[in-house]
């Protein structure tokens, strides 16, 4: 089932039940891209059709971030699970272990993805990480060609991509139809930045009062406006929507 939240369609499933999802596109011959929106992304998506189709065009829209959770319990459409967006790329990579299928990690700053890619191996020891690249050449990014290239002669199954929004998902909506053995792609954001340690993630309580967005201010206050937009753009437009439906 389809939950609408300000114009985006987003899946309400369980983690299980995602995870089978994921499954079955490792066991497809065709490429699914996937999204994780958060508050941020439907905000953007107002202003950004683009990226708004993208997100609706999806294989697959899991909802990240307690903001989306309030807002389904609001508009009185609740979701089955919240699933955060780093526990989700664990609970893929457990798959792929088990499958015995492929990861590259691409994007984020210069060895970060590469430092993640280390991290992961030590939990997931069996794990296939074919590519841990962050893009990056002289601190300015490579082509796409030669990112496509890279990839390619790897051949994995699943990409992560930790460009930020909404470039990650521009990027493999334009670039996914040439990945020649990709079944998953997904923006992952600042994900590569909590597995590799270089940032602290909120501590599991705090994670479950849905006070994250707090908690990441405090330790990187140059955040302040993404946090503004979602813990008060957003839970204002969406009451400012439900009034205006009824």
């Known amino acids: 089932?389809?939950?609408?939240?300000?114009?985006?369609?987003?899946?309400?499933?369980?983690?299980?039940?995602?995870?089978?999802?994921?499954?079955?596109?490792?066991?497809?011959d065709?490429?699914?891209?996937?999204?994780?929106?958060?508050?941020?992304?439907?905000?953007?998506?107002?202003?950004?059709?683009?990226?708004?189709?993208?997100?609706?065009?999806?294989?697959?829209?899991?909802?990240d971030g307690f903001g989306l959770k309030l807002a389904a319990w609001y508009l009185k459409q609740p979701f089955?699970?919240?699933?955060?967006g780093v526990d989700f790329i664990r609970s893929l990579t457990q798959l792929l272990q088990n499958e015995k299928k492929s990861i590259y990690l691409?994007?984020?700053?210069?060895?970060?993805?590469?430092?993640?890619?280390?991290k992961l191996k030590k939990q997931y020891f069996h794990l296939k990480i074919v590519g841990a690249e962050s893009c990056?050449?002289?601190?300015?990014?490579?082509?796409?060609?030669?990112?496509?290239?890279?990839?390619?002669?790897?051949s994995?199954?699943?990409?992560?991509?930790?460009?930020?929004?909404?470039?990650?998902?521009?990027?493999?909506?334009?670039?996914?139809?040439?990945?020649?053995?990709?079944?998953?792609a997904m923006?992952?954001?600042g994900a590569f930045d909590f597995i590799s340690g270089r940032v602290k993630r909120a501590p599991v309580l705090i994670r479950k009062l849905g006070l994250e967005w707090l908690f990441r201010f405090?330790?990187?206050?140059?955040?302040?406006k993404r946090i503004f937009t979602a813990a008060i753009k957003f839970p204002w437009a969406v009451i400012k929507s439900r009034k205006k439906n009824g």
């Open 1 to 28: 089932m389809k939950i609408d939240i300000l114009g985006v369609k987003i899946d309400s499933v369980t983690k299980e039940e995602a995870v089978a999802i994921l499954k079955k596109y490792l066991d497809s």
């Open 30 to 63: 065709f490429a699914h891209q996937v999204v994780t929106p958060n508050p941020e992304f439907i905000m953007a998506a107002q202003r950004d059709e683009e990226f708004k189709e993208i997100l609706n065009n999806s294989s697959l829209a899991i909802a």
């Open 80 to 84: 089955k699970e919240r699933i955060a």
């Open 106 to 118: 691409l994007g984020a700053g210069a060895g970060v993805a590469k430092e993640a890619a280390q």
């Open 136 to 154: 990056l050449k002289n601190n300015k990014m490579i082509s796409d060609e030669e990112i496509i290239r890279n990839i390619n002669l790897k």
């Open 156 to 184: 994995p199954q699943v990409l992560l991509v930790a460009f930020g929004a909404p470039k990650q998902e521009k990027w493999i909506a334009r670039n996914l139809s040439k990945l020649n053995t990709i079944r998953i």
């Open 187 to 189: 923006g992952v954001g």
């Open 218 to 224: 405090i330790i990187q206050p140059w955040r302040v």
